[in-house]
C-alpha cells in the first residue's frame, strides 16, 4: 500500500482547510484509513480515522470540528477540518492499516499552521 498525502498550508484560525490522502495497492485489505498529527514538541497522535464498515472516530479535542469521508472506492480518505486552531498546527501523517497483515503504512507529512 502506498499512500500520497496532500493539502495543507496556512490558514487563520476560524478557517477551514482540507486535507486528502489517496492509496494505491492493496487497496481492498486496508482496514482502517486515517490521519494523525505530531505538534511542536508533542506525541504523533490519532486525529480521525475511518474503518473499512464506515465508522469513524475522533480525538475529542477536534469532534465537532473535523470529520472525516472516503470515496466510495475506499482509496482516497479526507478530512474536512473547520474551526481551526492554533493548537491544531502541526505536521499531519496519513494512515492507513492491514489488520490481518498487521501492517501499517505511512504517507508523507504534510504542515499545516495555524495563526492567531
Known amino acids: 500500500v502506498q499512500l500520497q498525502a496532500s493539502g495543507g498550508g496556512l490558514v487563520q484560525a476560524g478557517g477551514s482547510l482540507r486535507l486528502s490522502c489517496a492509496a494505491s495497492g492493496s487497496i481492498s485489505s486496508i482496514s482502517v484509513m486515517g490521519w494523525y498529527r505530531q505538534g511542536p514538541g508533542k506525541q504523533r497522535e490519532l486525529v480521525a480515522e475511518?474503518?473499512?464498515?464506515?465508522?469513524?472516530n475522533y480525538a475529542d479535542s477536534v469532534k465537532g470540528r473535523f470529520t472525516i469521508s472516503r470515496d466510495s472506492a475506499k482509496s482516497t480518505v479526507w478530512p474536512q477540518m473547520n474551526s481551526l486552531k492554533p493548537e491544531d498546527t502541526a505536521v499531519y501523517y496519513c494512515k492507513a492499516s492491514r489488520y490481518l497483515a498487521r501492517k501499517d503504512y505511512w504517507g508523507q507529512g504534510t504542515l499545516v499552521t495555524v495563526s492567531s
Open positions: 475511518i474503518l473499512s464498515d464506515g465508522s469513524t
